[in-house]
């Protein structure tokens, strides 16, 4: 049980460059989210699903698109990075609609963008 | 607004000694409240949560935290510190009707045990 995943562990971005950072987990769990981690500001979620093809924005949405073809895969897409989205990001899971389920999360991307 | 304080920076205490790691909160409703705890280039790791009835709840690695429902606090507390503690700890609080079931998030505690 690998628990939530995240690749790549690193990456560094040119302002304006696409990429996607990968996420799954394999607890089966209905629930998954992004969270990004800026110094001093703890994390603050982007996006999040509650279930195959279902997605909603969280507290800062704005450059980043999600989808959820499958219960284990919940990919974040940054569309045009820019320096502002240089943070650490966090995809976590819960197994479903209990608000007292715990999330777990991943390893975390740390994410660069010059 | 909903909000997670977490008012010290940084904490400092000695092996063997009783550590604390305050955290307030303001939400509307019952909320859940949950501490985790986050060692260097590492995800976070789930330490405990409150939901509901005994006050004092007990959690990994010999934690545990107290809710104090009149002073909207949630302190984490051990009652002897190891150097293997010393890591960045956040307190979080999901406000109970939130449909997004979101984490509200402190800005974090870094504990430092020193030998």
């Known amino acids: 049980n690998a628990g939530v995943t995240q690749t790549p562990k690193f990456q560094v971005l040119k302002t304006g460059q696409s990429m996607t950072l990968q996420c799954a987990q394999d607890?089966?769990?209905?629930?998954m989210s992004w969270y990004r981690q800026d110094p001093g500001m703890g994390l603050r979620l982007i996006h999040y699903s509650v279930g195959a093809g279902i997605t909603d924005q969280g507290e800062v949405p704005n450059g980043y698109n999600v989808s959820r073809s499958t219960t284990e895969d919940f990919p974040l897409r940054l569309l045009s990075a820019a320096p502002s989205q240089t943070s650490v990001y966090f995809c976590?899971?819960?197994?479903?609609?209990?608000?007292?389920?715990?999330?777990?999360f991943g390893p975390g991307t740390r994410l660069t963008v010059l | 607004a909903q909000s997670v304080a977490q008012p010290e920076d940084q904490v400092n205490v000695a092996e063997g000694n009783p550590l604390t790691v305050k955290c307030t909160y303001s939400?509307?409703?019952?909320?859940?409240l949950f501490w985790y705890v986050q060692y260097p280039n590492r995800g976070l790791q789930f330490l405990l949560k409150?939901?509901?009835?005994?006050?004092l709840v007990k959690g990994s690695y010999g934690f545990e935290a107290e809710f104090n429902k009149s002073q909207t606090s949630f302190h984490l507390k051990k009652p002897s510190a190891l150097v293997s503690d010393s890591a960045l700890y956040f307190c979080?609080?999901?406000?109970?009707?939130?449909?997004?079931?979101?984490?509200?998030f402190g800005s974090g505690t870094r504990l430092l045990v020193r030998p």
């Open positions: 409150y939901i509901t009835g005994d006050n």
């Open positions: 939400v509307s409703g019952n909320p859940y």
């Open positions: 607890m089966n769990h209905e629930y």
């Open positions: 976590a899971s819960k197994r479903g609609s209990g608000g007292a389920d715990t999330q777990y």
């Open positions: 979080a609080v999901r406000p109970w009707m939130d449909s997004s079931y979101k984490l509200i």
